[in-house]
């Protein structure tokens, strides 16, 4: 059936030869007993197996360490917030978008506090920011290992953390600086820490589990809590503790998630709004108002106050973000991204039940398969059925559960592969993943058209092996065969991955597909031809070239002079004023560009903004964070990112802009951006906007409109 657990032995205190009794090892001897059991792992332990882990978590390393400098600042939006934190403590507190402190980003700054101390110690640079992501990611494996060896065989750890590294998603994320690489190693430890509870009944577990589902909180706001009913049921159902005493578990680790995640919040909504910095992405300066709305129910919902625009709506209808539904993890780009195995991790997760149905209600290896099967599903249907905004990348929150699901499920078919129905059940959902392949590898047309051949054929020979009975020689082959038709697809995958630069605000792993929304990264176009995942049916169905005039939804329209980095490659787009989602912006850019990847400085306008820089506090403002962040990487100087993420909210409102321009507080207007009244929010940046091109003259400064403020 399921692997039996492996008892830890504690190797007795040595004795004294004089007196005879127990004396504690000599630091050094604990110290050489320590190195040891790294090198050598568990007494009990084959010689092989942690040899193997080392090396899993050194090819780990490598994947997402590899050219990690090409995809440069990756997420301009974060890594200016980084930049901010790095030198400044109030904004490395409150996760401010600039040193200044005009505005925080649109999430909490756990995930950016980690970076920024980084920087602090090395400097800012592409390595300093991405390399405490692709740690996370070694951790990560790790601890799935840690996870499942507990209680199962080191092959089916090692299976499990070796899903999950090559999964293409997770290659992606871990090697990019959003917040969804934090969030999925508190998870992970979340479900770690549970499974110890459940195993050991001992309160500490299920507290410290709180604690890091509080930090996931502090990482991604509301998304931390889809784990929470399973933890608790399965702690519930499964502990091997009285009712009282896991109600009062529950209670307690409920006492320990609202402390760790709610410290923060009590600071930052005590702090008079006039001594912190404005909340990005809320329209009434509440952190309360984000995570509720923005950033929380109107994920969900749809209803998101100041997004570009509204969600997917039913199937029928579609939107932006895609249609839901029960495909929709299976469908266009998003299919590349997780669902490799997705449908074999559903039907072993299920027959892995039923196999152990008669295990007793404490059994540690039934609660593993719980707590990582629910875990998947919960995700995976709120995903499904979220209305507002989605991007393929959130689906790494599925990773790790993916990983032990398909590990542990596929280990309790193996060990019962003497029941005829086990070993027809398992010869099924192998062809059907290889069949699965072929559908995701034909999406894209014209990458490795060879590869889906040779996968459905290992998928066809590994479900003839798995239809006969048992024999000692063919298991070699058997689990060979098994694991090329299951994994090479997004191995393979995830090796195109880690060998593309990605940047923008929106990325998605893997080759160019058709149908897909694709996303902004090294040759990467959103919804442009040739660009990764975006090709045929992009964006809206209109594609955006490099350099030129850019469809965006609400409208058509050029930029003055303003040079940014555009989906699908980077150029100067000439004059005009363009239509965003929302309103006009007078000076604005015409297309998804400025909103989604970050503004250009060239040398010369560089220079311009650094001139005299400590004479203000802003060097300059920009409408949007991402159009701000380019010009405060290049500088290292604060500039002011006017509304926000989305350009929508309202910080600072006209009267604000005006005064701190009356104060001598703001040197430099740079054209550009997406601003406007978008999904109901504020027009304070079209306002703001409009004000400076009646009231000041324009220079361009290589390719950019800017205007001097002080003049």
């Known amino acids: 059936m399921i692997a039996m657990s492996v008892t830890v032995t504690t190797p007795p205190a040595s004795v004294s030869p004089t007196t005879g009794a127990a004396s504690a090892p000599r630091p050094g001897a604990r110290i050489r007993s320590a190195l040891r059991r790294v090198v050598r792992g568990r007494e009990d332990a084959a010689r092989w197996e942690r040899p193997a882990l080392l090396g899993l978590l050194a090819l780990t390393a490598l994947l997402y360490l590899w050219d990690l400098a090409a995809s440069g600042y990756a997420n301009s939006f974060y890594s200016a917030a980084v930049q901010a934190g790095s030198v400044n403590w109030e904004a490395f507190f409150y996760g401010s978008s600039d040193a200044a402190n005009s505005i925080t980003v649109d999430k909490p700054p756990a995930s950016l506090w980690i970076m ?7 400097g800012l640079s592409s390595w ?36 999950l590294a090559i ?14 690489a ?47 009913p399973v933890l608790a049921g399965v702690y519930l ?149 979220m209305v507002g905004i989605f991007h393929a990348y959130y689906t790494v929150a599925l990773a790790p559960a993916l990983a032990v699901t398909v590990a542990v499920g596929s280990s309790a078919l193996w060990l019962a592969r003497e029941r005829l129905w086990v070993r027809i059940v398992s010869a099924v959902v192998v062809l059907g993943t290889g069949v699965w392949a072929w559908v995701l590898l034909d999406r894209a047309t014209d990458w490795l058209p060879w590869l889906k051949v040779v996968v459905l054929a290992a998928a066809i020979v590994a479900a003839v092996l798995l239809t006969l009975p048992p024999r000692r020689a063919l298991a070699a082959a058997t689990i060979a065969t098994t694991l090329v038709a299951g994994l090479l697809a997004p191995l393979a995958y995830t090796i195109q991955t880690v060998t593309t630069a990605h940047t923008g605000s929106i990325v998605t792993a893997g080759p160019t597909v058709a149908g897909g929304m694709g996303g902004p990264g090294g040759a990467r176009g959103f919804g442009a031809p040739g660009g990764a995942n975006g090709a045929a049916g992009g964006f809206g169905g209109q594609g955006m070239p490099p350099g030129g005039a850019g469809t965006a939804p609400g409208g058509t329209g050029t930029a003055p002079g303003a040079t940014g980095t555009v989906p699908g490659g980077t150029g100067t787009v000439p004059g005009g004023t363009g239509t ?40 300059a403002a920009a409408v949007g964070s991402n159009a701000a962040a380019g010009y ?42 997406v601003g406007g009244q978008a999904n109901g929010g504020s027009s304070s940046s079209s306002e703001i906007a409009a004000w400076v091109a009646d009231t000041f003259t324009a220079q361009t400064v290589d390719g950019v409109t800017v205007y001097d403020l002080t003049q």
């Open 116 to 122: 920024a101390l980084s920087v602090r110690l090395f």
């Open 128 to 163: 300093s920011i991405l390399v405490p992501e692709a740690l996370m990611g070694v951790a990560t494996v790790a601890i799935v290992y840690a996870t499942v060896r507990r209680r199962f065989s080191a092959q089916t750890a090692l299976l499990a953390g070796g899903v």
């Open 167 to 180: 999964t293409p998603v997770a290659a992606l994320m871990f090697r990019f600086n959003n917040p969804d």
């Open 182 to 228: 934090l969030l999925v190693l508190l998870l992970t430890l979340s479900a770690y820490l549970t499974l110890r509870g459940i195993e050991s009944g001992r309160l500490r577990w299920v507290v410290w589990a709180g604690v890091a589902v509080g930090f996931a909180f502090l990482t991604k706001q509301l998304q931390a809590f889809l784990i929470l």
């Open 237 to 385: 159902a499964m502990a091997p503790l009285s009712w009282r005493k896991r109600f009062l578990h529950l209670f307690a680790a409920l006492g320990a998630v609202i402390v760790s995640a709610g410290w923060w919040v009590a600071i930052v909504e005590l702090v008079p709004a006039s001594l912190r910095p404005y909340i990005g992405g809320s329209q009434s300066n509440s952190f309360l108002e984000l995570t509720f709305g923005y950033n929380g129910l109107g994920r969900l919902t749809g209803d998101e106050t100041g997004s570009v625009t509204g969600g997917g709506g039913g199937r029928a209808g579609g939107g932006m973000w895609g249609q839901t539904g029960i495909l929709r993890l299976f469908e266009n780009e998003i299919g590349g991204q997780i669902a490799w195995l997705l449908p074999a991790a559903l039907v072993v997760f299920v027959v892995a039940l039923v196999l152990g149905r008669r295990m007793a209600r404490t059994d540690g290896r039934r609660a593993t398969l719980l707590v990582f099967g629910g875990w998947l599903i919960v995700t995976a249907l709120a995903f499904s059925f």
């Open 580 to 619: 965003v989602p929302g309103g006009t912006v007078p000076g604005g850019t015409g297309g998804m560009g400025s909103l989604l990847g970050a503004g250009t400085a060239g040398s010369q306008l560089a220079a311009l903004l650094k001139a005299d820089a400590s004479s203000y506090t802003w060097v």
């Open 632 to 673: 405060q990487l290049a500088t290292q100087q604060p500039v002011m990112p006017i509304g926000g993420f989305n350009g929508s909210d309202p910080s600072p409102t006209l009267a604000q802009f005006k005064r701190y321009v009356s104060e001598g507080r703001i040197h430099y207007f740079i054209a550009g951006g």
